[in-house]
């Protein structure tokens, strides 16, 4: 049978095991969680730009805009 030290061994060995798995899967989930809050945000900063992108390229030559929007709402 197995001795009492090498039980405590195997039990604290379990013990630290399971205290990482549980870390490291934490650490993953608050890692992913920011990263797809950056990739969110990146997509409405560029939805912005791209709105801003629209008003100058209206103020600036609103006949032409006018066109590739109608062009591209066609096909």
Do not use: N
């Amino acid at each position: 049978m197995f001795s009492r030290a090498r039980l405590r061994f195997i039990l604290f060995f379990l013990t630290a095991a399971l205290v990482v798995t549980v870390h490291l899967r934490m650490s993953a989930s608050r890692l992913f969680h920011q990263y797809r809050l950056a990739q969110v945000e990146q997509t409405q900063l560029r939805r912005q730009l791209w709105q801003k992108q629209l008003e100058l390229e209206g103020l600036i030559q609103p006949q032409q805009v006018y066109e590739q929007l109608s062009e591209e709402a066609s096909p």
